[in-house]
T-cell receptor
Framework: DAGITQSPRHKVTETGTPVTLRCHQT?????MYWYRQDPGHGLRLIHY???????DKGEVSDGYSVSRSKTEDFLLTLESATSSQTSVYFC???????????FGSGTQLSVL | GESVGLHLPTLSVQEGDNSIINCAYS??????FIWYKQESGKGPQFIID?????DKRQGQRVTVLLNKTVKHLSLQIAATQPGDSAVYFC??????????FGQGTRLTINP
């Protein structure tokens, strides 16, 4: 998957607990993205980063925060997980903004 | 903003036939288009892309056609094989903005 590693691959947690998902790339791409994928909604952008410490919101950012302290790592945090955040989360990278994205293998998150 | 939709949520074809998956976009300023394949339990995988200065682009067994007049994009898969079974997404980007994804068409191959 183009040098993208997501961890963990699966996570079960309880409502109200904090959760952090990690994306690590070895491609040195400038842009990194977090998407969630749900039936009937397709891929929806949560947050993205255009450089170290440079991040911006996507269309479904409420309840999520991100950080990028190094080019290769992009973290997604759910401060207080809710059942509506049960989803499959994908990290993606690209060299430029309107260019092809390469996706990781995904993290299946279940919030009970 | 941009919205992207696929015409059919599911498509079933016979092995060996050609498959055509369609997609429509709303923003006439969109100038970059891309198709992804997603197999069960995996992340989306890049298939082919095209920019608005082209009408057609071919890859290995795949062709993307772009009709800017009616804002329509199609993916053609030649001689469909069992390994082509997957969900196919199109996405588009207006200007230098972020990609907007459609919801996907599930392609099923009948033996």
């Amino acid at each position: 998957d183009a040098g993208i590693t997501q961890s963990p691959r699966h996570k079960v947690t309880e409502t109200g607990t904090p959760v952090t998902l990690r994306c690590h790339q070895t491609e040195n791409h400038r842009y990194m993205y977090w998407y969630r994928q749900d039936p009937g909604h397709g891929l929806r952008l949560i947050h993205y980063s255009y450089g170290v410490k440079d991040t911006d919101k996507g269309e479904v950012s409420d309840g999520y925060s991100v950080s990028r302290s190094k080019t290769e790592d992009f973290l997604l945090t759910l401060e207080s997980a809710t059942s509506s955040q049960t989803s499959v989360y994908f990290c993606a990278i690209s060299e430029g903004q309107a260019e092809k994205l390469f996706f990781g293998s995904g993290t299946q998150l279940s919030v009970l | 903003g941009e919205s992207v939709g696929l015409h059919l949520p599911t498509l079933s074809v016979q092995e060996g036939d050609n498959s055509i998956i369609n997609c429509a976009y709303s923003n006439s300023a969109s100038d970059y288009f891309i198709w992804y394949k997603q197999e069960s339990g995996k992340g989306p995988q890049f298939i082919i892309d095209i920019r608005s200065n082209m009408d057609k682009r071919q890859g290995q067994r795949v062709t993307v056609l772009l009709n800017k007049t009616v804002k329509h994009l199609s993916l053609q898969i030649a001689a469909t094989q069992p390994g082509d079974s997957a969900v196919y997404f199109c996405a588009s980007a207006p200007g230098a903005q972020k990609l907007v994804f459609g919801q996907g068409t599930r392609l099923t191959i009948n033996p």
